[in-house]
Structures are given as structure tokens and as C-alpha cells.
Nanobody, 113 residues
Framework: QVQLVESGGGLVQAGGSLRLSCGASGNIFSLNNMGWFRQRPGKQRELVAV??????TTYADSVKGRFTISRESGNTVALQMNSLKPDDTAVYYC????????WGQGTQVTVSS
């Protein structure tokens, strides 16, 4: 089992920045794939950014050039979000995968216009 705990959400004005962090604990021996998904109001959960073994990254087109995912010490993954837009308002979920997928509880990000 893997447990994921997110932090860093909140309220910010458009154009501002936030940094999300996700720490993993438990059976993390083969935890090479981590990332962030989000669920905007009235929409399905969607990929934001993932980082895989070798630190290869994938971003949604809507966040390229504004968001940066990074792997930090231990088993922590961060998402630096710059130039935030009201359309980025969502619940952001940390994700990790070994032989199965794990999800965090989610953290609310609200961007005001």
C-alpha cells in the first residue's frame, strides 16, 4: 500500500503562483511514476503533469510553459504552478503508480479573476 498526502492548495488571484507538494509513504520501493491530475467543476478528472522513471515528464497542453513538475528528496513530487488562470480552478489530486494506481485525497486550488 502507498499513502499520498498533498499540501499547498489555496486561493490565488489570476496571474499568481502556487506550489503543490505530495509526499508518499508506505510500500514505495518501486514508486517511479508520480504526478498530478485535476478535476475542474463539472468536468472529468484529467492529467496535469506526470514524472516517470528517468525523470521524463509529460504535461497537458493547457499547462505547458506555466506548470513544472519535479521530484524532490525522498518520495515527494512537487507541482510549481505559475501564471495561474481562473480555468485552473480545480481539485488537484496526487497520483502514483506501481502495479496499480494510488490517489491522494485532493487539494483545492481556486484562482480568482
Amino acid at each position: 500500500q502507498v499513502q499520498l498526502v498533498e499540501s499547498g492548495g489555496g486561493l490565488v488571484q489570476a496571474g499568481g503562483s502556487l506550489r503543490l507538494s505530495c509526499g508518499a509513504s508506505g510500500n514505495i520501493f518501486s514508486l517511479n511514476n508520480m504526478g498530478w491530475f485535476r478535476q475542474r467543476p463539472g468536468k472529468q478528472r484529467e492529467l496535469v503533469a506526470v514524472i516517470r522513471s528517468g525523470d521524463t515528464t509529460t504535461y497537458a497542453d493547457s499547462v505547458k510553459g506555466r506548470f513544472t513538475i519535479s521530484r524532490e528528496s525522498g518520495n515527494t513530487v512537487a507541482l510549481q504552478m505559475n501564471s495561474l488562470k481562473p480555468d485552473d480552478t480545480a481539485v488537484y489530486y496526487c497520483w502514483a503508480a506501481t502495479s496499480r494506481a494510488y490517489w491522494g485525497q485532493g487539494t483545492q486550488v481556486t484562482v480568482s479573476s
